[in-house]
């Protein structure tokens, strides 16, 4: 496989074939990273965080549960991660999350990386709106409040991702400085399978 270094705040994306996978490391630990993917054949059909709940009956992913589109189809399925934790429930952040919530200005958060990367790629920039947050731990309290705490992934942990069909897929590390990057922004690393052409945004 080859191997993909993705800088702090910033995005990579790539084509995945059918029955191929991505290994996504946190190198350094305690970085939440968010992940989505359209079907290569129509990046219409996007994945939807909110089906993948409806189709799994979870908030969370558990290894061997699939992402799934807005067609209601398995996209990628998560088939091995050494942390454990990731969310469904938050949107990727952007413009006015990390200026309002996290004090930082000029940054486009975690959806502009991941438009900037897969607009190339074909894919509709309005469309992309739903992640998957690995290392992300995030509760609901009393059915009604959303808790969110630093990402307990510890340095090296990998999640892999299987593609279920030929799938454009975008990685962004969190933006966030905030309990989403404990200790701040920091780089990840990915694995494709050879020869897969990786567009990154830095
Ligand atoms: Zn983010």
Known sequence: MDHVHVEAK????FELPAGESVE?????????????????????????AKYTY????????ETGDSMYTTAGDPIATLVADDCGVNDLLLGPCNEWIVSEYYGQED?????????AVLEPLGVDPARIQEVLNLFTRVTVTDHTYIDFREPPSE??????LRAERDALVGVAP??????????????????????VEVTTNF
Not at 107 to 115: A, F, S, T, V, Y
Request: with cysteine.
């Open 10 to 13: 910033r995005g990579a994306a």
């Open 24 to 48: 996504i490391t946190d190198t350094e630990g305690g970085q939440a990273i968010d992940v989505t993917a359209f079907p290569a054949a129509d990046p219409e059909e996007a994945f939807s």
């Open 54 to 61: 409806r189709r799994t009956g979870k908030v969370r992913l």
């Open 107 to 115: 940054e486009i958060g975690c959806r502009g990386n991941l438009q």
């Open 155 to 160: 340095p090296g942990d990998t999640a892999e």
């Open 174 to 195: 969190c933006t966030g400085d905030s309990v989403l990057s404990e200790g701040g922004p920091t780089p990840i690393d990915l694995r494709v399978p050879d020869g």
